[in-house]
Nanobody, 119 residues
Framework: QVQLVESGGGLVQPGGSLRLSCAAS????????MDWYRQAPGKQRELVAT???????NYADSVKGRFTISRDNAKNTVYLQMNSLKPEDTAVYYC?????????????WGQGTQVTVSS
């Protein structure tokens, strides 16, 4: 069974930085696209950043220039470096991955990690 586990969330002041990690484990053959989503209270979940297995990245306009997504394929881990954080970045952040395993090709979600930007 495949599991995604996020870490790295917390409370940070505006202008600060955090680095989120998401590690996939289980009987994994390969991982294709890996994404970070976020959901703020009362809002829909939104796509923040995407990275393909080849390293191509895409970002939501709201985080371009401030967030950087990266991955370590050997560790089945995706990262989100978040700089110049703003109060509007406050949300639960979820990782999502397109995983090929014994269960076939499926998308999996992590449990989420809270990021709070406040003074």
């Amino acid at each position: 069974q495949v599991q995604l586990v996020e870490s790295g969330g917390g409370l940070v002041q505006p202008g600060g930085s955090l680095r989120l990690s998401c590690a996939a484990s289980g009987s994994i053959f390969s991982i294709n696209t890996m994404d970070w989503y976020r959901q703020a209270p009362g809002k829909q979940r939104e796509l923040v950043a995407t990275i393909t297995s080849g390293g191509t990245t895409n970002y939501a306009d709201s985080v371009k220039g401030r967030f950087t997504i990266s991955r370590d394929n050997a560790k089945n881990t995706v990262y989100l470096q978040m700089n110049s954080l703003k109060p509007e970045d406050t949300a639960v952040y979820y990782c999502n991955a397109d995983v090929d395993s014994y269960a076939g090709i499926r998308r999996y979600w992590g449990q989420g990690t809270q990021v709070t930007v406040s003074s």
